[in-house]
């Protein structure tokens, strides 16, 4: 299942006979006609029936067709807040990762409000995630006529395992590898054994195709809320216990996310494959 989430010009002179343009016009023409080319439509030999056939010109559809793919891709970060990609952009190629989602209750989303709160308070300008969910790989590359196979080795190896559920209670904060990004995260306390068990069914997909693995000693979490730069160290310094006390002393007690794997989904580019499990 697929979700869709998108010229020349001649010379007044005239070449003599050892230039490059008369040795082509010879070789185009097979005639020894000293008349010059007229805008790079050359006079080809005359048919059997004496007429001359003049080349069709390109169409102006047939010349833009390829000028896209020609130009070169320039990331601008404040068109995407400020983040900035872990690898250059290049047409053809698709990000990729697995994942498994969180749909978010309304206690979580008010919870969640109230840590941004604190964060700003120690100008830690915090941004809600787009997307609630647990990775299961890094994101890595793909070309496009991989994507098909890549997501047919990871459907085929799921076909038997169980669905499960997992805790998250802990807050956490964490940095991507280039240090351009923080990141608020609830780290997974309940389903570590089943989450083993999928990073190693990911990473078999994952070497098959020359791909990154997933982290040797992985901290599996949901990230929260993210912000750019690097703020790991003040982040813990001065707002971290403080946005775990309101996870602690929630209203309705301890606040924890239940997480239900019912399924996997990948992510390449702007298209999501579901991977259901049994």
């Not at 010879?26 to 050359?42: A, F, R, Y």
């Not at 070169?72 to 400020?82: A, M, P, R, T, Y």
């Not at 700003?120 to 915090?126: E, G, N, Y």
Request: glycine content about 4%.
């Amino acid at each position: 299942m697929i979700v869709n989430y998108s010229s020349s010009s001649s010379s007044e002179e005239e070449p003599d006979d050892s230039s490059p343009l008369r040795k082509r016009g010879k070789l185009d023409t097979e005639t020894s006609t000293s008349e010059p080319l007229d805008h790079g439509s050359v006079k080809r030999k005359a048919s059997k029936s004496g007429h001359l056939t003049p080349r069709l010109p390109l169409p102006d559809s047939v010349k833009e067709m390829f000028r896209e793919s020609e130009e070169q891709w320039i990331d601008k970060s404040e068109e995407h807040e400020g983040r900035q990609r872990s690898f250059q952009h290049e047409r053809g190629n698709w990000a990729t990762y697995v994942f498994c989602p969180y749909d978010p209750e309304e206690a979580f989303l008010e919870l969640l409000n109230e840590m941004m709160v604190v964060a700003s308070a120690q100008s830690i300008p915090l941004t809600l995630a787009e997307e609630f969910h647990l990775s299961l790989s890094k994101t890595v590359v793909l070309r496009h006529h991989w994507i098909q196979p890549f997501i047919q080795s990871i459907r085929t190896s799921l076909t038997q395992f169980q669905k499960f559920f997992c805790l998250a209670d802990k807050l956490g904060v964490y940095s991507n590898a280039e240090k351009t990004r923080t990141f608020l995260g609830m780290e997974i306390s309940t389903g570590k054994t089943q989450l083993l068990e999928l990073i190693k069914i990911v990473d078999e997909t994952m070497k098959e195709f020359n791909l990154s693995t997933f982290y040797k000693d992985p901290s599996f979490h949901i990230s929260l809320a993210w912000c750019v730069g690097d703020h790991t160290e003040r982040m813990k310094k001065t707002c971290l216990s403080q946005m775990q006390s309101l996870v602690d002393v929630h209203e309705d007690g301890p606040f924890y996310i239940q997480l239900n794997c019912t399924e996997l989904r990948c992510k390449s580019g702007n298209k999501v494959f579901l991977f259901p499990l049994q």
